[in-house]
Structure formats: C-alpha cells, structure tokens
C-alpha cells in the first residue's frame, strides 16, 4: 500500500495528479530539447550505436562531456611510472 497526503491506497493509484501527472523524478531531471541533425548523420550513428534516437543522442553527448577527460589522459601518456611490469600484472590474474 502507498500512501497518499495521509490515507492509504492502493499501489496503482495515482497520487498528486494534475500538472505533475504522468512526469518521474527522472523525467523532471531532464531536459528536453529540439535538435536540427542531417538525416545521414543521424541514421550512421544509429545504426553505430544500435539504439533509438534518444539513447543515440544520450550517448553522443555523453562522449562530448568526456572528451577533455580523455584529452587530460592522453596528456600523460608516457609521464606515469607504474611499479609493476605488465608482465607481472598478468602472472597475477
């Protein structure tokens, strides 16, 4: 049982409905925006990803935002001294 403003229901009724209804924690975290991408692009990185145009989108951006992370890693390539041989790290699996 849920409980909504002070009495009980039953887990399938909707509580609080109205301009709130139909919208989760998630949804209301997101943001959702209108986006103009050549059918071609799209359609290539659809079929890369192998998911729908939101997932697709998600994904792309998300890869956007770690850019600079992945550039700081490249940055120390070669500068990081490990005290392990990779030939120990494997003898140790």
């Known amino acids: 049982m849920a409980r909504c403003r002070y009495r009980k229901v039953q ?6 409905a109205g301009t709130r209804y139909g919208i ?4 209301a975290r997101a943001r959702k925006i209108t986006v ?15 998911t729908g145009i ?13 850019s600079q992370t992945y550039a700081k890693l490249r940055g120390l390539r070669g500068k990081v001294r ?7 790290l494997k003898v140790d699996r």
């Open 11 to 16: 887990d399938y009724t909707i509580c609080n």
């Open 24 to 27: 989760t924690d998630k949804m």
């Open 36 to 50: 103009e991408i050549p059918p071609e692009l799209l359609e290539r990185a659809q079929q890369a990803s192998g």
């Open 54 to 66: 939101t997932q697709t989108v998600r994904t792309g951006l998300q890869l956007v935002a770690a």
């Open 82 to 88: 490990f005290s392990r041989t990779s030939a120990e």
